[in-house]
């Protein structure tokens, strides 16, 4: 199932704001441990997804924008 930039953004955003820095450890370690099984489809989006957490939470990017992704 596809999943624009802008929904990844608002579900980290809602993270942040339910969970704070749980909510980026958490996500580091689900990426860990889906590499670590030779999954890398959802290591690569439980790591992206940890990338926005961290953004969110240093304020370099604002909750509910779509972001620019390169």
């Known amino acids: 199932m596809p999943i624009t930039a802008k929904d990844l953004c608002l579900l980290a955003s809602e993270l942040v704001t339910e969970h704070g820095a749980v909510a980026r450890a958490f996500a580091q370690r689900a990426s860990a441990t889906c590499a ?6 959802r290591a690569h989006f439980w790591l992206t997804l940890s990338v926005l957490l961290e953004d969110i939470e240093a304020h370099r990017l604002e909750p509910g924008q779509t972001p620019t992704i390169q």
Do not use: D, L, S, T
């Open 36 to 41: 670590a099984e030779g999954n890398a489809e």
